[in-house]
C-alpha cells in the first residue's frame, strides 16, 4: 500500500444525485456488457458456422473462442488509454469514449460480410472489430465503478459499487433474450441442436449487433448529464494530477496492481464458464464425438437466463454484506465456495435436468457474490490520481490470465475428458485457490479515505 493511503473516511456531498449515479454507472455498464454477450452467443451459435467454416465443429468453436479472446488481449491497453484520459481529463468524457468505441465497433459486426461473401478478409475484420469491443470494456467498467464509488455516501460504497456490476447480469439477459425472442417469435427455431436454422445464420442473427445502436443512444444521454465527483475536483484543484498515471501506478502501486489482478482471477473464470462454456456444453449432442448435454439452444439458454436472475440478485445482496463485514472478508468466504463448487461439476451435470439448473443457479450466485464488491474493492485500492489507471489495469490483466482462456481451456479439458466436465470444475478450483492467496495477502479496504 502506498504512503498516500490513510484510513479515515471523509464525508463528502456527492454532486451527482443518487438517481442519476445509478443510472449512468448502471446504464452504461449494462449496454457495454449486453455487446460483449451478443458476441460471446454469436461466438458459440453463428461464427464457427459463419467465419470459421473448417469442416470440423470442435476446430471451428475454437477458433471463434480465439477471437472472443482476442479481446481480453485488447483490454489491458484500453485501460491504458482510458485511464490515462480519466486520471488526466475526468471520468465522464472518458466514459462517453468508451461507450461509443464500443457501440460502433458492436454496429459493424452487425454489417460484417460472411467467410462465404469475401472469404478471409470477413474473420480478419471480425478479428478488428472484436480488439475494438475489448479495448472500449476495458476502459468502461473502472470509470464506472468510479462513478458510482466516488459519488456514495460514507458507509454505501460497496452498494453502490454494485451498480455497475448488475450491468453484467441484466446485459446478459437482454442479449440472449434477444437472441431467444429471435428463434421464437420469428419462427426459427433450430431442429439441429448443434446448429442454428438456415435463416437465422442468413440474417436473423445480425439483429441484436444493429439493437446496440439504440442502446448506446440511451447510454450516452444518460452519461453527457454526469458532472465530476467531487473527489477528483479536489484532485484537479490541489494541482495534483499526474501527468503519467501509468508511471505513477507502477512506481507506488505495483503491489495492489498484482494483488488486485489475482483477486480477480477467480471471478473471470467463472464469469466465462458459467455464461460461455456452458452454453456449448448444455447443447453439444450426447453422441457427438465429444459429447455433452443435448439440450436444445431454446431451453438451454432460458435455463440459463433464470440462473443470471440469481446472479442479479446476489451481486446487489453482496454490497450490503460487503459494506458492513468488509470486503475482504466476504469474498474469502465466497471464494471458498467458488473452489468446492468446482469439485461438483460432475455431479450436479450428471443427474438430469433439475441437477443442471440447480447447477446454474448455484454457479451465477456465487457469481454475484464474487462480482459485487469488486466494483468497491479494485478503485479503493488506488489513490485518486491513479484511481481509473490502476483499477482498469489491474481488472483488465485479469481478463488475460482469467476470461482469454477461460473458455478455449475449458474445451481443451472437456475434450481431454472425453466429453466429463470433471477437470473444467478442478480448472475452476485452482483459479480459485490463487485468489485466496491473494486476498489473504491483501488488506481491507472499507474504511479506507477515498480522497487520498
Request: charged share 10%; hydrophobic share 55%.
Amino acid at each position: 500500500m502506498s504512503t498516500s493511503t490513510a484510513s479515515v473516511s471523509t464525508p463528502t456531498t456527492p454532486l451527482n444525485p443518487k438517481s442519476r449515479v445509478i443510472m449512468a454507472s448502471l446504464i452504461g455498464t449494462t449496454i457495454e456488457f449486453y455487446d460483449f454477450y451478443v458476441y460471446a452467443t454469436a461466438a458459440v451459435l453463428v461464427f464457427p458456422h459463419l467465419f470459421f467454416p473448417t469442416g470440423n465443429e470442435t476446430t471451428a468453436l475454437l477458433a471463434s473462442f480465439a477471437v472472443f479472446g482476442a479481446a481480453m488481449v485488447a483490454r489491458p491497453i484500453g485501460a491504458l488509454f482510458f485511464g490515462h484520459f480519466g486520471d488526466r481529463k475526468g471520468r465522464k468524457a472518458t466514459l462517453v469514449g468508451a461507450l461509443l468505441t464500443m457501440g460502433i465497433a458492436t454496429f459493424l459486426i452487425g454489417l460484417l460480410p460472411t467467410y462465404a461473401m469475401i472469404g478471409w478478409w470477413a474473420p480478419l475484420m471480425l478479428v478488428i472489430l472484436r480488439l475494438a469491443q475489448g479495448f472500449a470494456l476495458g476502459g468502461e467498467w473502472s470509470g464506472a465503478a468510479l462513478v458510482a464509488t466516488e459519488n456514495a455516501p460514507v458507509g454505501k460504497r460497496a452498494w453502490y459499487g454494485t451498480f455497475p456490476q448488475v450491468g453484467a447480469p441484466l446485459g446478459f439477459i437482454i442479449a440472449n433474450g434477444l437472441f431467444l425472442g429471435l428463434a421464437l417469435a420469428l419462427a426459427l427455431p433450430s431442429t439441429d441442436p448443434t446448429r442454428p436454422s438456415e435463416a437465422f445464420l442468413e440474417w436473423a442473427w445480425r439483429v441484436p449487433f444493429l439493437f446496440s445502436a439504440v442502446m448506446v443512444i440511451v447510454g450516452l444521454w444518460v452519461r453527457l448529464r454526469l458532472v465530476e465527483s467531487d473527489v477528483f475536483t479536489k484532485v484537479v484543484k490541489a494541482d495534483r494530477v499526474e501527468k503519467l498515471p501509468l508511471a505513477a501506478v507502477f512506481k507506488s502501486n505495483w503491489r495492489e496492481l498484482i494483488l488486485g489482478t489475482f483477486i480477480m482471477l477467480a471471478t473471470y473464470v467463472l464469469f466465462y464458464l458459467m455464461t460461455t462454456f456452458t452454453l456449448s456444453y448444455g447443447r453439444a449432442a450426447t453422441d457427438a464425438e465429444v459429447p455433452g448435454l443435448g439440450f436444445t439452444y431454446n431451453s438451454f439458454i432460458l435455463m440459463m437466463i433464470l440462473g443470471v436472475v440469481f446472479f442479479g440478485i446476489f451481486t446487489l445482496a453482496s454490497g450490503p454484506w460487503a459494506d458492513k463485514h468488509g470486503r475482504r472478508k466476504t469474498l474469502i468466504i465466497v471464494t471458498l465456495f467458488i473452489i468446492v463448487f468446482g469439485f461438483l461439476f460432475v455431479p450436479l451435470l450428471g443427474a438430469g435436468d433439475l441437477s443442471v439448473m440447480l447447477f446454474l443457479i448455484v454457479g451465477f450466485s456465487l457469481m454475484g457474490m464474487t462480482f459485487g464488491p469488486m466494483g468497491a474493492l479494485l478503485p479503493e485500492l488506488f489513490p485518486t490520481n491513479v484511481r481509473y489507471t490502476g483499477s482498469a489495469f489491474a481488472y483488465n490483466m485479469s481478463s488475460i490470465l482469467g476470461a482469454a482462456v477461460a473458455p478455449f481451456i475449458a474445451v481443451w479439458l472437456w475434450t481431454i475428458g472425453e466429453g466429463s466436465p470433471f477437470w473444467v470444475g478442478i480448472y475452476l478450483s485452482v483459479m480459485g485457490v490463487i485468489t485466496l492467496i491473494a486476498l489473504i495477502l491483501s488488506r481491507e479496504t472499507k474504511d479506507l479515505d477515498l480522497h487520498r
